[in-house]
Structure formats: C-alpha cells, structure tokens
C-alpha cells in the first residue's frame, strides 16, 4: 500500500513538474549550441543584398573555430524570402518557435509584414535592416526584443539633397524610388531636403520591384532637366536607370542612397557609368583596416565572399553584435536576460566597424549612422571619403 502511495504521490509531483519543465525550454537553446534564424533574399532582385546574411553567417564559424559563446555553438538557419514579404513572413512563421533570435531581417516591406508576428512570438530581433520609422510606431512592448543599427530614410534623403547643393550645385533634383516602405521614406526625406536647401524637385519617377524595364523612367528624369538624382532602389534596379539614362545621353550627378552602398557590386553592374558616383554608407568599408582586418577573417570561412565584401560586412555587424548579447546574457541563456544583456551595450562598436552604438531600457535605435563616399575610377574601383559619421537622432 505504502508503494502504491508513493508512486502515486510521485506521479503527481511529475505532472506538477512536466509543463514547468515545458517552460524553462528556451526555443533554439541546447547544451551544446544556440540557433540563429535569419530570412533574406538570397534571390530575386535584391538578391545582393541577400550577401549581408552570407557575411553574418561566416561570422559564426569563426567564433565557433574560436570555441563558440559560453560553451556553446552557434548554428543559423537561413531561408530565402526573394525580397517578397509574404514569403519573409513563412519564414518567420517557419523559424519563431525553432530558433533562439533573429538576425538581420531584410527589407523594409518585409520588417513592416512582420512587426507583429515577432512581436507577438517575443522573438528578440537583431540589427533589422529596414526604415526604422516601421518600429518607431509601434507601441513600446512590442519593439522590446528589438535592436536597431540602420539609418532613417528620412534624415538620409534629405542629407543626400543637401550634399548634392553643397557639393555640386544642384539647382534641380530628380527622385528615383522603389515605391514602397524603402523608397517612399526616402522620397520624404528628399521633399524634406528640397525645401530646407531651396532646391527644386524636378520629378519624383516610382518603380516597382518587378519592374524589368527602365527606360520610360529615364526618359522621365532626363526630361525633368534635373541635374542630380537621388536614388532609393535596388542595386539592380540603381544600376538599370543608369545605363538608360546613359543611353539617351543623359548623365546627372548620382546621389545614393547606402542600400547601394557596395562599390565591388556597383563597379561590376555599371563599370565606368559609376566612377563620380556619390554614395552613403553605413560602416567602415574594404580599404579601411577595420574593414580589411574582417574581410581576411570571413573569406577564410567562405571564398565565395571574395568581390562580394562590403555587404558581407554589414551582415558581420549585426553577427558580432548578437554575439556580444550572448556573451553578456552568460550561459544561463533565455530571451528575457539575453534581451537585458543587449540592453547593457553602450558607446561600442562591433569590431571598429560601425560609429558608437548605445541601447538600453529605453533605445532601441542604437545608432542612426550615415557617411558619405564617392567612387573613384572603375579599373582601380578607388574611393573617397566625403564626410563623416552624421549625428542623426535615434528614432525610439
């Protein structure tokens, strides 16, 4: 009988027991390794783009080469959205309850598609690249997991008007956007900079992602007599109007946005139609021995990033500093204290490859970081450094 009681009263306690042990389960979280789950577009036509997850990834076999975080491996789970944010949504919908945060999610649409699920999943949400006005809006619950190192489209296009007045006189300005939550942030910004700089915005000409041909929107801007167009577009698409403009003889100044930012990609889409090319990015760049000391690191790990860096050290960025969280959340690892640790992270750079990032309690746009290059000559690709780091805001 007193057998029988005991293994009752213990079959109880295990069932007390079971949906705690159910809880403390942290999704993407083993003894041995940690998964990180990332959606880009590895294809379609930001597929360049798609690079800064490649970057990221090599990154995690480096510091697993180095013995991993606190004991543990990290794995990433990658899929390809194509840039298309029904697709990013599957993915996220597939990754929320698999992996531990996610990293670097890609594009505008896509971050603006997927607000709520990650919030609603408390899926902490590294280095999103995207208009961070998206986040800015929500509620203040709802970006908790979220940590963001991206410029603000608005405060970038209209530093991108006045650069093109102070630098090369511009006097009438023509807008090439894709026509969504990416280029309709910088259109704003650019009407922004056009009345504060008292230049005149001689045309604002949309395109659509699955937009193949360009000509009618060259035609549009050569016709505006704008001498100097501001461009928030895909590299492919950047480097379509290029080559139409050239074709009807028209050649204003370029200013453009840093999603273009990867001269390696520009040079090789465009070659000499690039060279004087005004350009912001958001790092340090190849050249720069930050920027060099990384690239040897990762092309060890992937060959394939060779030709391919400078977006490979945005996706580095982001890696490092989800790293850096981990590191700081100790091997105890769940959301809630890996959030905190990101929380910690003040005046620091991920290997000297960005300005000075600052979360915390209550900011989450770490930093707002924007400067200005120009392209040099296609057969050396050479660049310039135009400015530094502009002190925009933080947005939330």
């Known amino acids: 009988m007193r057998i029988r009681t005991a293994a009752l009263t213990l079959a109880a306690l295990l069932a007390l027991a079971l949906p ?63 840039y298309n944010p029904g697709r990013a949504v599957a993915n996220v919908n597939e990754l929320k309850d698999q992996v531990f945060a996610l990293v670097e999610l890609l594009g505008s649409a896509v971050l603006n598609a997927n607000k709520d ?48 007045r102070k630098l090369e006189k511009a006097k009438k300005v023509g807008a090439f956007f894709q026509n969504d939550d990416y280029g309709k942030g910088g259109l704003e910004g650019v009407r922004r900079g056009a009345a504060k700089f008292g230049v005149t915005l001689a045309a604002e000409v949309a395109y659509e992602v699955a937009d193949r041909e360009l000509g009618t929107h060259a035609l549009k801007l050569k016709e505006s007599g704008a001498d100097a167009i501001v461009i928030y577009s895909t590299a492919t698409h950047g480097a379509g109007l290029i080559k139409e403009m050239a074709k009807v003889g028209y050649r204003p100044k370029i200013f453009a946005s840093f999603p273009l930012g990867d001269r390696f990609v520009m040079f090789r889409l465009l070659g000499e139609l690039w060279e004087g090319a005004y350009y912001n990015v958001t790092g ?84 707002n970081p924007i400067r200005m290059m120009r392209a040099g000559k296609a057969a050396g690709a050479a660049f310039t450094t135009v400015t530094g780091y502009q002190p925009f805001p933080s947005h939330f």
């Open 20 to 82: 705690v042990l159910a809880q403390t389960k942290v999704p993407g979280v083993t003894d041995t390794e940690v998964v990180l789950g990332i959606t880009t577009p590895l294809s379609g036509p930001a597929a360049a783009w798609g690079t800064t997850a490649l970057g990221a990834e090599a990154w995690t076999k480096y510091v697993n080469a180095q013995g991993g975080v606190n004991g543990r491996k990290l794995r990433v789970m990658m899929r390809d959205d194509g």
């Open 117 to 164: 699920n990650i919030a609603e999943a408390k899926l902490p949400t590294i280095w999103p690249y995207g208009n961070p006005q998206i986040f800015a809006k929500q509620p203040r619950e709802k970006v908790r997991g979220v940590f963001m190192v991206y410029p603000d489209y608005g405060d970038e296009g209209e530093f991108l008007v006045g650069q093109a």
């Open 284 to 367: 340090a760049v190849p050249g720069e021995p930050e920027a060099d000391r990384v690239i040897e690191i990762i092309v060890k790990q992937d060959p394939k990033l060779k030709g391919r860096e400078s977006f490979a050290l945005a996706g580095v960025a982001g890696m490092v500093a989800t790293v850096e969280g981990l590191k700081r959340a100790g091997r105890n690892l769940t959301r809630d204290n890996f959030i905190e640790a990101m929380e910690t992270i003040k005046d620091w750079s991920p290997e000297g490859l960005t300005g000075k990032i600052t979360w915390g309690p209550n900011r989450r746009h770490g930093l």
